[in-house]
């Protein structure tokens, strides 16, 4: 089973990857950057697994490049502030 296919399991995953880049040093500002690039990846090369996955997907499709910026760092801060919680 993928990580992608559970919406609890990857805001976990995604938790984790974000604690490690923070306790390896990596700013803010890189790992928004890097939230991005992900979010714009998986928008182009990954269908979504779940309910979840298919509003962010419909969202970046019609977002344009500053509001998917936005929806990458909202990302962020749900799994900063949220962890895991479903």
């Known amino acids: 089973m993928s990580v992608l296919d559970n919406w609890g399991q990857w805001k976990d995953f995604l938790g984790s990857r974000l604690d490690q880049a923070q306790n390896e040093g990596m700013n803010n500002s890189v790992i ?11 928008a182009k090369n990954v269908d979504p697994k779940n309910e979840q996955e298919r509003v962010l997907a419909d969202l ?24 895991g919680s479903n």
Do not use: F, R
């Open 32 to 42: 928004s950057d890097v939230a991005y690039q992900v979010g714009d990846y998986l």
């Open 60 to 83: 970046w499709s019609v977002a344009d490049q500053q509001e998917q910026h936005a929806i990458a760092n909202l990302m962020v801060k749900l799994v900063q502030n949220n962890g």
